[in-house]
């Protein structure tokens, strides 16, 4: 796929994953494991090897960077002097200005809330932190580690240390009434946080819970219900002052995530780490890397190739529009339909106008202009809008 100008200068980012926990949660898909007795200087060496590697190969030591994000995984696993490492590695590959966003995702045990303030000093300036909920009863299910009152212990301690705080939250959980939802809202923004993720709990294959559903061991939420939870997240977080930005994320103005906004907008981000998936322009094509997941396999490729890729894929232009709609379509503000046919060519190519104008007649697409956008009404129904869109 050619690209033109505008989108070589596209915001750029570098995501690095560190895949290790202490133990794997039943809903979750991400690329980690749980491994004892983990040389983090080793691995901190091949991370940035790698780094090294893509930045030289696909040109990127000049591009100013938006943003800097450490997932898993559980990155406040780390020892903040391999943060630190890292960070000064990418100092000397890349163009890293004083705005650029570097966040960390923290688990809230009090082990890792003792190692904020030095992941401050190594130089993460917004933390993500996976609370999950608070209500301990639910954290058990979960499989999380940490009690409501130790989480909301380390929610205080990072904001007073992190200009910028995100928190994690899960709900439609089984069994989890609307009234119980609406009570845990409120103490959730009573927090004081200026960004929220809050994600309805779904199934993924190849996890602990999409399992126990499938022998018959676990009923998910009605979806009637989840709808009714969906709706009032929406109403009440924009009450606050914290509305959607994206489906699930909701923030204080100015303080939406940069770095997933690059996702989203389709910008350019390299991916470092095991597992690891980047999207990027390159010699006027739009690249995709993906990197071995295996810790130990891409550790051992690292050291005898110098990176851990496993495939280089170059887009076409119906990949392109593609995720150009699927992810645009997630935020509230929507996509620039010219914007996409300017970089991918005729939209009859990608876009079916007989399921958007349809769509757009039941109320569940809002067009205006060159705008696209899911209507609010229409929005716990995005995937199969999506896909009804897609040629």
């Not at 800097?68 to 990155?75: A, D, L, N, R, S």
């Not at 890729?309 to 509230?332: K, N, Q």
Request: glycine share 6%; proline share 3%; hydrophobic share 40%.
């Amino acid at each position: 796929m050619q690209i033109d100008k505008n989108m070589a200068q596209a915001p750029f980012g570098i995501y690095i994953h560190w895949p290790f926990c202490q133990k794997k949660c039943p809903y979750c898909d991400f690329n980690s494991h749980t491994q004892k007795n983990i040389n983090q200087s080793a691995f901190t060496h091949a991370l940035i090897t790698e780094l090294n590697y893509m930045v030289q190969r696909f040109g990127f030591e000049n591009r100013a960077l938006a943003s800097i994000f450490f997932g898993g995984g559980t990155p406040s696993l780390m020892d903040p002097a391999m943060v630190e490492r890292i960070l000064t590695a990418i100092e000397t590959a890349c163009a890293v200005g004083a705005t650029c966003e570097i966040t960390l995702e923290a688990n809230p045990t009090t082990l890792e809330a003792k190692k904020l303030a030095g992941f401050r000093s190594a130089g993460i300036n917004r933390l993500s932190m996976g609370i999950q909920s608070l209500n301990d009863r639910n954290l058990a299910f979960l499989g999380r580690q940490h009690s409501a009152h130790e989480a909301q212990n380390a929610l205080k301690t990072a904001q007073n240390i992190f200009a910028r705080v995100s928190a994690d939250f899960i709900y439609a959980l089984p069994n989890q009434t609307l009234k119980a939802w609406q009570e845990e809202l409120k103490q959730i923004l009573d927090l004081g946080c200026t960004h929220l993720s809050l994600y309805q709990l779904t199934l993924e294959q190849g996890t602990a819970f999409y399992s126990l559903e499938k022998r018959g061991k676990l009923t998910m939420l009605d979806d009637a219900e989840a709808v009714e939870q969906f709706l009032y997240t929406q109403e009440l977080c924009a009450h606050h002052a914290l509305p959607a930005y994206e489906v699930s994320n909701h923030a204080q103005a100015g303080a939406q995530c940069r770095h997933n906004l690059i996702y989203w907008q389709g910008g350019d981000w390299l991916g470092i780490g095991p597992g690891a998936v980047g999207r990027f322009c390159h010699q006027k094509k739009r690249i995709e890397t993906r990197t071995r997941k295996s810790p130990e396999s891409w550790r051992q490729d690292v050291s005898n190739l110098g990176h851990g890729i496993t495939s280089t894929h170059s887009e076409v232009a119906a990949d392109y529009a593609s995720e150009m709609l699927m992810m645009g379509l997630r935020l509230t503000q929507g996509v620039a339909l010219n914007q996409i046919a300017t970089r991918t060519g005729c939209r009859k190519n990608w876009l079916n106008d007989d399921a958007l104008n349809r769509l757009t007649a039941e109320g569940l697409l809002i067009k205006t202009d060159d705008n696209l956008r899911i209507a609010p009404k229409g929005w716990h129904l995005m995937n199969s809008i999506i896909e009804q869109l897609l040629k």
